[in-house]
């Protein structure tokens, strides 16, 4: 009984598994997938090309700087909700899973609308005055980094909120009674006991922005594509399968590696809190 119900997930491993070597393979092959002959010139060329590597930086700066900002913005929602009362912690709740469970399309269309040059920050602020002619907010940096902060604003949100949910406010009630004050309270014992909450956001966030197709595709407009774009282009407009395999591949072992690193990083950290 118990293999049965193993069963699916050891297919999925294996489909999974399949398609890495897949991708592998195809890093190994020469351009246009001759036949003939098998080595790491793919790889030799996206590392000896800058241009190449222009979209692994972009990607690498924006989701490092947008994680940050996500952080920001995240915990004190986070907060928020958990010590707010059932009305207030109702309606964010409300608004937070029906943006998560919209299509991610949908929204990265909506941001083009609030974007844009005629879209309402722009008409808002002309119409009181503040400007006198559009704001670029879209088909560069600016754009694109708003629009991954707002669409990944739920990964960080939960894990934060589940975390400081359960953390018991007898401990922050005998913080009080011992003098400390509300900043004190939520600086020594509060942020503490929510790094693990945030230890799971920022690695979602930083994944899912760095990996990013759609927003950056959206609000870039092709004019500040990131490197899922690259690879698509690579794959699908180019027709150069194995150089776009390679691109993946290198792309794959960054992520492992700064997964890795974080996950240890914060396993020291949470140690030093415990301690």
């Known amino acids: 009984m118990s293999l049965n119900l193993l069963l699916p997930g050891v297919l999925c491993l294996l489909l999974f598994g399949a398609s890495l070597l897949s991708i592998g393979i195809l890093?190994?092959?020469?351009?246009?997938?001759?036949?003939?002959?098998?080595?790491?010139?793919?790889?030799?060329?996206?590392?000896?090309?800058?241009?190449?590597?222009?979209?692994?930086?972009?990607?690498?700066?924006?989701?490092?700087?947008?994680?940050?900002?996500?952080?920001?913005?995240?915990?004190?929602?986070?907060?928020?909700?958990?010590?707010?009362?059932?009305?207030?912690?109702?309606?964010?709740?409300?608004?937070?899973?029906?943006?998560?469970?919209?299509?991610?399309?949908?929204?990265?269309?909506?941001?083009?609308?609030?974007?844009?040059?005629?879209?309402?920050?722009?008409?808002?602020l002309m119409k009181i005055g503040l400007i006198d002619r559009p704001l670029p907010l879209m088909h560069n940096e600016t754009g694109v980094a708003i629009g991954l902060i707002m669409v990944s604003l739920p990964f960080m949100i939960f894990p934060i909120y589940s975390v400081l949910k359960g953390i018991d406010r007898r401990l922050e009630e005998a913080a009080e009674s011992l003098g400390a004050g509300e900043w004190q309270v939520f600086w020594n014992v509060t942020l503490p006991l929510s790094l693990p909450g945030m230890a799971a956001g920022i690695i979602l966030v930083l994944l899912f922005q760095l990996t990013a197709f759609i927003v950056p595709g959206l609000l870039g407009g092709g004019y500040y594509d990131m490197v899922a774009n690259f690879i698509y282009d690579q794959a699908l407009g180019v027709l150069n399968i194995p150089f776009a395999a390679a691109v993946a591949m290198v792309m794959l072992a960054i992520t492992l590696i700064l997964v890795i690193g974080l996950n240890k990083l914060f396993q020291r950290s949470l140690k030093d809190v415990s301690a």
């Open 27 to 124: 890093s190994l092959r020469p351009e246009r997938l001759a036949r003939e002959g098998i080595g790491l010139n793919q790889y030799l060329r996206f590392f000896s090309d800058a241009h190449y590597l222009t979209y692994f930086w972009r990607s690498f700066k924006v989701s490092c700087y947008g994680t940050l900002l996500t952080l920001f913005l995240g915990y004190p929602v986070a907060y928020l909700m958990a010590r707010s009362g059932g009305r207030v912690r109702l309606m964010l709740t409300l608004v937070l899973v029906v943006q998560f469970f919209t299509s991610y399309i949908i929204r990265a269309y909506a941001l083009m609308l609030v974007l844009g040059n005629n879209g309402l920050i722009n008409r808002m």
